[in-house]
């Protein structure tokens, strides 16, 4: 044990010299296993820096993950008592910053927004979405198979994801075409604010939609649960859930796509050897896991953790990564094994695993069957990786194939939403002072914006 793991204030001059590594930066994305590596002589937990000057704990140990994800307890989920000493500009908030969902409550609230969202995600068919996937990845493959190339990341991984959550959401086009170009803008970080305002007055006339033409989605089902959300609640489990099923999502395509095309263990099984798509799937959530580093919690008093005492109200972040590859754990065979943390464990698991495996599978499965031949167009130590602790994501993923001649896809009509019903009508498009918004409006963009 160190004593900077006493310390409770932010760390001063170079991370390195303070004994908190830090979890960003260019060289932490290119090699953040060497980082977890470097962390364990600490034992499962360790002092590390989030972001410039913002001090944390990173579990990295197998058994220390688990009883964190296990004990909300000692290890609750509600940010709001570390959130008020943090500058409104930290980078971490629109992450880790509290809103009033199942990821960010503990108790009697986390199980009344869970249950609703649980159970309507259970009401979810695995062959109309198998369906939805199919249909998606076609009508983006046929766009591109003829060139011979594409880049795996914006043309497919990214996207496809995204369309398939308007289905399960039950999303005009005319509105999800703003959802998909608000939620790719974010995740590039190219004029977030703009594309913030375009996903959050997207979300809002979704519900003033779906209230008006409910139907057999995930939307209408989270309306109708006898947990009652209110409007402000659906705005925030929406954005939350379709963030959390979008982002991730498009990282296990692509990380498992990168395996395939890169491993020879994979590249034999491809051609008939043993080792399948699943395996490869299980490999990636083991070893480079979409999500590296989340699931939060903020001990409320000073609080031991395998050996490591850590600060009241400090972030105690997870490593799913680097607990997925504890040296102390006795068994390195993982086709197969789903003992893996990728999805969480404890009462904040992932509710929406099971599609999310199933949307990178079926989506790898067309990909491999309508283009036979990929190859990776680069060298795989040539390709970057997105700087940031959270994910585990290629900045792009290039691959050539040899063209080939697939049907145009059908062009899907558009139909216009009716007009929202009074209550939920639209504030004015951006460029109207923010005091004409609804206060949920403005907590919402402040969320977006990391106040």
Excluded at 89 to 107: H, I, K, V
Excluded at 125 to 135: A, I, K, P, Q
Excluded at 392 to 416: D, I, N, Y
Aim: proline share 11%.
């Amino acid at each position: 044990m160190t004593s900077d793991q006493f310390a409770t204030g932010p760390s001063s001059g170079c991370p390195a010299h303070s004994g908190r590594l830090p979890l960003y930066g260019p060289e932490f994305a290119a090699d953040p296993h060497g980082t977890y590596a470097a962390l364990r002589r600490h034992g499962g937990a360790a002092p590390v820096e989030l972001a410039p000057g913002v001090p944390g704990t990173l579990v990295i140990g197998y058994q220390a993950a688990l009883d964190v994800l296990r004990d909300p307890i000692r290890f609750p989920k509600d940010p709001r008592r570390w959130q008020a000493n943090v500058a409104p500009d930290c980078p971490l908030l629109p992450m880790m910053g509290y809103r009033p969902n199942a990821l960010f409550t503990d108790g009697a609230v986390h199980t009344r927004l869970r249950s609703a969202v649980t159970a309507s995600l259970a009401q979810v068919d695995s062959n109309v979405l198998r369906g939805w996937v199919e249909t998606t990845a076609d009508s983006l493959i046929a766009r591109l198979a003829h060139v011979g190339q594409m880049d795996l990341i914006s043309e497919y991984a990214r996207v496809l994801p995204l369309l398939v959550f308007n289905s399960m959401f039950g999303c005009p086009s005319v509105i999800g075409d703003r959802l998909v170009e608000g939620m790719s803008g974010i995740f590039e970080g190219i004029d977030a604010e703009k594309f913030n305002l375009i996903l959050g007055e997207a979300v809002m006339e979704l519900v003033a939609y779906k209230r008006a033409n409910p139907g057999p989605d995930v939307t209408s089902w989270l309306m109708a649960h006898p947990a009652e959300l209110t409007d402000e609640e659906m705005l925030s489990q929406l954005v939350t859930l379709m963030g959390a099923g979008t982002e991730p999502v498009q990282n296990l395509i692509a990380n498992t796509m990168l395996l395939l095309l890169s491993d020879e263990r994979f590249a034999d099984g491809l051609s008939g050897g043993s080792l399948s798509i699943e395996d490869a799937l299980d490999e990636v959530l083991w070893t480079d896991p979409p999500i590296a580093n989340y699931a939060a919690t903020y001990p409320p008093k000073e609080t031991d953790l395998d050996g490591a005492w850590l600060p009241a109200d400090q972030p105690v972040v997870v490593s799913f990564a680097a607990a997925n590859t504890d040296p102390s754990l006795t068994s390195d065979v993982r086709a197969g094994n789903r003992a893996h943390l990728a999805w969480g464990a404890g009462p904040h698991t992932c509710p929406a695993q099971s599609q999310g495996r199933l949307i990178a599978s079926a989506a790898i499965e067309k990909l491999l069957d309508k283009l036979p031949g990929m190859r990776l167009a680069v060298p795989a130590d040539g390709l970057q990786w997105r700087p940031g602790m959270f994910h585990r994501a290629l900045t792009a993923l290039p691959v050539r194939f040899p063209p080939v001649s697939v049907p145009a896809p059908v062009p899907v009509a558009t139909e216009k939403p009716p007009v929202p019903p009074a209550p939920l009508a639209m504030p004015e498009r951006p460029g109207s002072p923010d005091t004409e918004r609804p206060r949920w409006w403005r907590t919402l963009v402040g969320w977006w914006r990391g106040q």
